[in-house]
């Protein structure tokens, strides 16, 4: 079991930046991939970042360049970067946690809001 909790969100200008992060308890934590999502209104929730345990990195092609995942296992806690950010940005973001050895995140976090104004 993986408890997780978000926290960083809020209103930023465009242009502007922030940083997300998100604290794990119960469980293992370094074993899990680590994933940011997030869901704006009308539209369908969407993964824009994970790392492994080893650190490695993939980016939803919107953000690339623009956001940085990462995560500290000494401190459970997974770190989402936005920097340049655009109104298009504005959602709720979610951290998300899965075991490597299954397909499907299954432990989720209760989001935190990002409102981007322009």
């Known amino acids: 079991q993986v408890q997780l909790v978000e926290s960083g969100g809020g209103l930023v200008q465009a242009g502007g930046s922030l940083r997300l992060s998100c604290a794990a308890s119960?469980?293992?934590?370094?074993?899990?991939?680590m994933g940011w999502y997030r869901q704006a209104p009308g539209k369908a929730r969407e993964l824009v970042a994970t790392?492994?345990?080893?650190?490695?990195?993939n980016y939803e092609d919107s953000v690339k360049g623009r956001f940085t995942i990462s995560r500290d296992n000494a401190k459970n806690t997974v770190y989402l970067e936005m920097n340049s950010l655009k109104p298009e940005d504005t959602a709720v973001y979610y951290c998300?946690?899965?075991?490597?050895?299954?397909?499907?995140?299954?432990?989720w976090g209760q989001g935190t809001q990002v409102t981007v104004s322009s």
């Open positions: 998300a946690a899965r075991h490597p050895l299954t397909s499907g995140y299954v432990y």
């Open positions: 119960g469980s293992i934590f370094s074993i899990y991939i």
């Open positions: 790392v492994t345990r080893s650190g490695s990195t």
